[in-house]
């Protein structure tokens, strides 16, 4: 079976052109991870590009790789139809059996939908909720890619949803859904979290209103006086973001609360394996990779009841799940850990075997080819 992918190449998105090898995401990496190991599947990896970059015909034994430049018209002020041309005269060579798109930010779902070739595409954000929440001005990213999210979905032959919220969100206008979690890396896996005096209390993701912070933050001053802990955040902000301003504020008046900024995922896993518990207070979050992550390494679990999150952690028996708009939830659920390490062991070992079953590369590779077989049979 000949699979197109339709990605972003990272280097394009953080301008990062001069590194000589592509890198996705954390979920299309660990898609990637398992389907390598697919001796039934070619794929053909597309992405597109703004300024010259290196690209390795093949990343893999049965994985190749194209490169698509495209000048800067073509992308968002043309609501990505420079990519969509693009890509459609690449497939055209390619001549896949199926095209899936991942992810409904960018070009990636739009160029499967219009691509004339059987699709499937993977929603990791829901744009349109997201952008509601942020309230996101006219003409801004989030309010474009809201719209383009509306205008893809009627107009893909399915959707691969990686949590039952997604689903619930597009099942009015995708003619056909699968669920299908993301998949964690394997090294993830290999990490177990050693017995150590480790309190660090670690809360992952871009410093902004949707992450939530600020108000993790506030909820845990009244524990801080009582538990002896440190609230450790890993993600960059936007010096013009007010909210991000009000958060370096709120950190730096805290002696308990550490900033780091961004980590790459080998810094990440060092911050797991010394973390006391993952803290995830989001308004609105689908399958955040960092809670499947954490899960795979064994760290102890506390999250928002919003969006995807509840099909990862069920509370009480893999993690506790909090109300984020409630300071006493979010420090209950806290005090919980720090005060009895053996039921966040406990949640923390429930949790690491049920990630071994479900987020494994290999076996969400396998559903994936699964969801392609299905979607040839329905075509034919």
């Known amino acids: 079976m000949k699979v197109a992918m339709i990605l972003t190449d990272e280097r394009e998105e953080f301008s990062q052109y001069e590194k000589p090898i592509p890198f996705f995401g954390p979920a299309p990496t660990a898609l990637l991870e398992g389907l390598c190991k697919c001796s039934e599947i070619e794929l053909h990896i597309v992405s597109c590009t703004k300024k010259p970059m290196r690209a390795p015909e093949k990343l893999a034994s049965n994985i190749w790789f194209h490169l698509i430049r495209v000048r800067q018209w073509g992308w968002l002020r043309s609501a990505y139809s420079g990519c969509v041309v693009a890509i459609r005269k690449k497939l055209q060579q390619i001549q896949p059996d199926v095209v899936h798109g991942q992810g409904t930010e960018r070009y990636c779902a739009l160029a499967a939908a ?9 929603i990791h954000g829901n744009m349109r909720p997201i ?5 996101a001005r006219l003409l801004s990213y989030q309010w474009c890619a809201a719209k383009l999210e509306q205008f893809t979905l009627p107009r893909v032959d399915g959707v691969v949803c990686v949590s ?22 394997a090294d993830f896996f290999a990490d177990r979290v050693p017995e150590s005096g480790s309190r ?6 871009l410093v902004c209103s949707l992450k939530n912070q600020n108000a993790l933050i506030q909820a845990l001053d009244r524990l801080a006086a009582e538990q002896n802990f440190r609230l450790v955040f890993l993600g960059r902000g936007s010096v013009s973001d007010p909210y991000f301003q009000e958060f370096l504020r709120l950190v730096c008046a805290r002696p308990w609360c550490i900033h780091e900024g961004f980590v790459d995922s080998r810094t990440l896993k060092k911050f797991l394996r010394r973390a006391y518990a993952l803290a995830l207070p989001s308004l609105e979050d689908n399958c955040p990779m960092v809670l499947l992550e954490a899960a ?29 708009s409630d300071p006493n939830s979010i420090a209950s659920a806290a005090d919980r850990y720090l005060s009895d390490r053996s039921f966040a ?19 969400v590779a396998d559903k994936h080819l699964e969801t392609y077989r299905q979607l040839l049979a329905e075509k034919h």
């Open 200 to 205: 660090d209390i670690l809360c992952v993701g």
């Open 114 to 122: 219009l691509s004339g070739f059987p699709n499937v595409i993977t």
């Open 164 to 185: 039952s919220h997604t689903e619930s969100l597009v099942r009015e206008l995708a003619p056909h859904t699968w669920l299908i979690p993301n998949a964690v890396t």
């Open 131 to 135: 952008a509601e929440i942020n309230r």
């Open 296 to 324: 795979a390494g064994g760290v102890p679990i506390m999250a928002a009841r919003v969006g995807g999150i509840p099909d990862l952690v069920q509370d009480q028996q893999t993690g506790l799940l909090f109300d984020p």
């Open 345 to 363: 062991k406990q949640m923390a070992e429930n949790a690491r075997i049920a990630a071994d079953k479900c987020f494994r590369p290999t076996v």
